[in-house]
């Protein structure tokens, strides 16, 4: 069993930047990734990274500005959300793929997930 622990959500105005933070129970280190849902939407991929951290992957519509980072020796993953847009507003995932090694978009390949933290955007 895996708990995952999301922070840094909240309100920001449009341009602004937020760090979003997910700590993981336990020593074993996984694949990670971001997802987003806002109302009324279907669950959507934001960002992954890689077991050991070697490759990511981002959305389009968050390339360039939101960067996913990992401190395995902490067992915690970031994402880094600058030029923040309104479109941007929803409750905000992480999640862990405890069999694989890759970077996936997939939400279907992720084991286990975090409550959410929420992210608003004003204009």
């Known amino acids: 069993q895996v708990q995952l622990v999301e922070s840094g959500g909240g309100l920001v105005q449009a341009g602004g930047s937020l760090r979003l933070s997910c700590a993981a129970s336990?020593?074993?280190?996984?694949?990670m990734g971001w997802f987003r849902q806002a109302p009324g939407k279907e669950r959507e991929f934001v960002a992954a990274v890689s077991r050991w951290g070697g490759s990511t992957d981002y959305a389009d519509s968050v390339k360039g500005r939101f960067t996913i980072s990992r401190d395995n020796g902490k067992n915690a993953v970031y994402l880094q959300m600058n030029s923040l847009k309104p479109e941007d507003a929803a409750v905000y995932y992480c999640?862990?793929?405890?069999?694989?090694?890759?970077?996936?978009?997939?939400?279907?390949?992720?084991?286990?997930w975090g409550q959410g933290t929420q992210v608003t955007v004003s204009s």
């Open positions: 336990g020593r074993t280190t996984y694949a």
């Open positions: 999640a862990a793929n405890t069999r694989g090694y890759f970077a996936y978009s997939n939400y279907q390949t992720y084991d286990y």
